[in-house]
């Protein structure tokens, strides 16, 4: 038998843990499903998963932004973190170039511009852009492409629930 006590609990605690939440933690490539609570710096939500079917997607792929990914890596089945995410590593800061002015002229006959309003441009290759209109005068809309989030650090409670 084992004579040192520290050992003998360490290889208690692995046998009374399943195979497959010892040894299967996120890594590049696994199919994660989680479950996720966004908050904004105010303690605003802005989008969960909670009452809904979990987040799927695989890691290393690109479907989530960076500091999400780098929050739930190695984590298990079961596993609970918060992230503070700053906005470099979610949505990036707001381009300045991505915001334009156009005339009202521009815009649909039956549009009635108001901050807010969500649009979609399509560019001449035929990929659609959404744009939000941030500013109305007389004759000029502002239409901004940057990502709503993009300079907001965020805050996620993230729950491992599945690893394929």
């Known amino acids: 038998m084992c004579s040192f006590p520290y050992l003998k609990a360490l290889i208690n605690y692995y046998n009374s843990k399943s195979k497959e939440n010892i040894l299967s933690t996120i890594k590049d490539g696994s199919t994660v499903k989680v479950h996720y609570t966004g908050q904004l710096k105010d303690g605003s939500v802005f989008d969960s998963s909670i009452q809904k079917d979990p987040?799927?997607?695989?890691?290393?792929?690109?479907?989530?932004?960076?500091?999400?990914?780098?929050a739930i890596?190695?984590?298990?089945?079961?596993?609970?973190?918060?992230?503070?995410?700053?906005?470099?590593?979610?949505?990036?800061?707001?381009?300045?170039?991505?915001?334009?002015?156009?005339?009202?002229a521009q815009l649909p006959e039956d549009l009635e511009p108001k901050v807010g309003v969500q649009l979609q441009l399509n560019q001449p290759d035929g990929q659609a852009i959404p744009v939000q209109i941030t500013a109305v005068d007389e004759e000029?809309?502002?239409?901004?492409?940057?990502?709503?989030?993009?300079g907001q650090d965020l805050t996620f409670e993230i729950e491992v629930v599945e690893i394929a």
């Open 55 to 70: 987040l799927e997607f695989t890691m290393g792929q690109g479907q989530l932004i960076p500091g999400f990914e780098k």
């Open 73 to 104: 890596e190695g984590l298990a089945v079961g596993e609970k973190t918060t992230a503070e995410i700053p906005a470099a590593e979610a949505y990036g800061e707001p381009n300045p170039q991505m915001v334009v002015e156009v005339e009202k």
């Open 140 to 150: 000029k809309v502002t239409l901004d492409a940057n990502h709503p989030l993009a």
